[in-house]
């Protein structure tokens, strides 16, 4: 899932090398928590227009998770 996440932003981004994504423990109820961090630059690229992007990227994250019969949330810092 990590890896996902990660080769989705590096394919958004003007510069790839700064992409790195961290993962917090589970929560109580089990959500995964996934932390995507780009360069200063790049962050319109990956939040997009009214978020459509960012919008865009967590349903396809859920939706990979939902296969693996995980909860999951992602946060772009």
């Given amino acids: 899932m990590q890896e996902l996440l990660a080769s989705i932003a590096r394919g958004l981004v003007d510069a790839p090398e700064a992409v790195s994504v961290t993962v917090s423990e589970p929560t109580e109820d089990g959500t995964v928590v996934y932390h995507l961090h780009v360069a200063e630059g790049d962050m319109g690229r990956v939040i997009g227009k009214q978020g459509r992007?960012?919008?865009a990227i967590r349903m396809?994250?859920?939706?990979?998770?939902?296969?693996?019969?995980?909860?999951?949330?992602v946060e772009i810092d």
């Fill in 53 to 55: 992007i960012a919008k």
């Fill in 60 to 73: 396809v994250m859920r939706a990979a998770a939902t296969r693996c019969d995980q909860k999951i949330m």
